[in-house]
């Protein structure tokens, strides 16, 4: 039966528990009661993994007790309770004990599921230098001469080259190994993520010393990175023995280097931290990493030789909320301290992309339209920025601003007040004659005298000014600047040909409106342009967002547009959300759409940029998400698709990606939206 839409389970994740119980050196009964204790709480938690220290059943501190057969009998029969008692839990079950085989002695991880021990897991790599002398009591995997043991009255496969597959649950392959193993140059977890491990479990002792932590946390940051996987750690906590040594009880989550959870450290009670994992996040990055499959190809006998242990997954019932921070606005990071890095990143890549075009073509004019809209105020801050790089006069920038049909006079205001603060050649060219007699000419009613606001009345004002541009350029020895975003390129929300589509060079063509936005307002609080030029910004970012192209009714205000361009294709805040995750990991629509609403569904939580004002935190129910992804999925498939393959020239900006066809994105003009729209309305209540 499938989860409800509610459900994580519905949506391609699973979730990961990492434990850290309280322990007593050498006393398995104290040992396995807190064990238990932690793993109740995590099938409570309705987690699928749930990963606990290094030998924890023993207590890693143990030394040459480990060669009592009394401690390991008394371990022997505390592994087998949890065995006993899993039968009844959600998670697998990750728990560390000393196993005497052959007469050697494994360090080893027993993976455990519903009553059954799936695999057993010894350490590969034991270290033996400074505090650490594991090889005087444990044997390396390497030395084990057989691949099945005898456990709990079950035989199980023995060996660090397992992987536990789900057969149910696409996607969710887990590999385990043990502390030191992640410290060396080739993990086992690298081996297994080629084999198609996406989940990968430490279970670790590691005793704390000053500065440790942050190398744990690069290590397993940077493995769940080159793996393109999660990676879980657990190390050991309270009650391992202080002898010689400290420990901090550090557990942490990861996903492909991304921190989802991580514990607090030197904490005296047992705890648990919990994280949602993305596993589709994961197999959509992999599909689209070509290394990744050449260094399948390359390592193809090794990885042939890892040994798949099937499982049946029961997937927890009902609804389970996800636990997870979906960021409102994936292009902008909430963090101030990261924002402003990433606005100054995106900002220079702008301005060098120009750069380089400029010298290039030895042209050192740019010929700009500014509307007093968001999308050319950004553009010619960053024409202005340029000018001042390469040593020109901002003068050489020739800005013009056009007023059709429908101009309002605050946007007309603004696009002067900004010109004439940043000391660009400011001129007015009025469209409206050479636009009525191109409407006379075809024989629009409007050129006629009626009041008809079609869309040719409407592309025809943009293509005007295109036009003028253009002829601009030609005359004054400049190159056309585009200023159109990333979010009107996925909606098609632009003129074709001539018409905003088309520029010499397009410095925002890979920048969503959303972000753009941002960067407006960095450039304010950062002083780039001085007081004048950033009151004039503000009032820019206070304006509805309009094309301007309809005019307003007899007797409305005439100050304000008329237009709402959020109306008519949705929020871009909404449509940028939708853009990212459909460009980005290629999600089914009905996953981003309770990516979405985990997002947007209530202002209250999570948390909010400290530059978007409390009357702008918008919410938003899950059917008005539903209303306009379909308007999103509708034009950004079936019919925008052939002005992005003829977009100009521009750099590439974010990860999030570009949508030109030299690019990030290539695709056909004339595919169907079909699939897109049916999923979402099949599974999006």
Request: proline share 6%; hydrophobic share 40%.
């Amino acid at each position: 039966m499938r989860a409800p839409f509610q459900s994580i389970y519905s949506h391609g994740f699973v979730r990961a528990a990492v434990c850290i119980p309280a322990v007593r050196v050498a006393d398995p009964v104290f040992n396995l009661e807190h064990t238990l204790r932690l793993a109740r709480e995590a099938s409570d938690a309705h987690a699928a993994v749930a990963l606990f220290p290094e030998l924890g059943l023993s207590a890693y501190t143990c030394e040459d007790l480990f060669q009592q057969d009394a401690l390991l009998d008394a371990v022997r029969d505390a592994l087998a309770r949890v065995v006993q008692e899993s039968v009844g839990m959600t998670p697998v079950l990750l728990v560390g004990a000393p196993l005497r085989l052959g007469g050697h002695i494994f360090n080893c991880a027993f993976v455990i599921y519903r009553g059954r021990v799936l695999g057993v897991v010894p350490k590969s790599y034991l270290p033996n230098y400074r505090e650490f002398y594991e090889r005087r009591w444990f044997a390396r995997a390497a030395e084990a001469p057989f691949t099945e043991v005898q456990v709990c009255g079950q035989l199980v496969p023995f060996g660090s080259d397992l992987l536990f597959e789900a057969q149910n649950v696409e996607g969710f392959a887990l590999h385990v190994e043990i502390c030191e193993d992640v410290w060396t140059p080739i993990p086992p977890s690298s081996w297994a993520a080629l084999a198609g491990a996406t989940v990968l479990a430490n279970l670790s002792a590691s005793n704390i010393t000053v500065g440790k932590a942050e190398y744990r946390r690069d290590l397993c940051a940077g493995q769940s990175g080159r793996c393109v996987a999660a990676y879980l750690y657990s190390a050991a906590g309270p009650g391992e023995s202080t002898t010689d040594l400290a420990w901090d009880g550090h557990a942490l989550i990861y996903e492909n280097n991304e921190l989802l959870a991580e514990s607090h450290r030197f904490v005296p009670e047992p705890h648990m931290i919990v994280a949602d994992v993305d596993l589709e996040r994961l197999a959509q990055d992999r599909s689209r990493l070509t290394f990744f499959h050449d260094n399948v190809a390359d390592h193809r006998a090794r990885i042939e030789g890892i040994r798949r242990i099937p499982f049946e997954f029961r997937v927890p019932e009902g609804e389970i909320p996800l636990i997870r921070d979906v960021a409102r606005f994936p292009y902008v990071p909430d963090d101030p301290a990261e924002r402003d890095a990433r606005c100054y990143e995106a900002y220079n890549i702008q301005v060098h992309g120009l750069m380089k075009r400029l010298s290039s073509t030895g042209i050192e004019k740019i010929v700009i339209g500014v509307s007093g809209g968001l999308d050319s105020t950004h553009a010619l801050i960053v024409a202005a920025r340029t000018m001042d790089a390469l040593g020109l006069p901002r003068a050489n920038i020739l800005a013009y601003t056009m007023p059709g049909f429908a101009t309002s006079e605050g946007t007309r205001s603004n696009a002067w007040k900004l010109m004439r603060a940043l000391g660009v050649t400011a001129q007015e060219i009025d469209i409206r004659p050479s636009s009525l007699q191109m409407l006379r000419d075809i024989g629009h009613p409007y050129g006629a005298g009626q009041p008809v606001y079609d869309v040719t009345f409407e592309n025809v004002q943009a293509g005007e000014r295109t036009s003028h541009l253009f002829r601009l350029a030609n005359f004054h020895d400049g190159l056309v600047l585009g200023t159109g975003d990333l979010s009107e390129l996925a909606l098609g929300w632009a003129t074709y040909g001539v018409g905003d589509q088309m520029s010499h060079y397009n410095v925002n063509g890979s920048v969503p409106k959303t972000l753009i936005q941002y960067l407006i307002s960095w450039v304010i609080h950062s002083g780039q342009f001085g007081d004048e030029a950033g009151a004039v910004l503000q009032s820019i970012l206070d304006t509805e967002i309009s094309p301007e192209l309809v005019p307003a009714d007899a007797g409305d205000d005439t100050s304000q547009p008329a237009q709402s361009t959020q109306e008519k294709i949705g929020p871009y805040e909404l449509q940028d959300f939708t853009l990212y995750y459909v460009t980005r990991f290629g999600f089914r629509p009905s996953k981003v759409a309770y990516l979405a609403w985990n997002a947007w569904s209530d202002r209250a939580r999570g948390r909010w940029s400290d530059l978007l004002p409390a009357e702008k935190r918008n919410q938003y129910e899950l059917a008005t998400i539903k209303r306009w992804m379909e308007v999103f999925l509708w034009r950004f498939f079936k019919t925008s698709q052939f002005k992005r393959s003829a977009m100009p020239n521009g750099p590439k900006v974010g990860s999030g990606g570009s949508l030109s066809p030299r690019g990030d994105w290539r695709a056909p003009s004339d595919s169907e939206a079909t699939v897109w729209l049916e999923e979402l309305r099949k599974n999006v209540p």
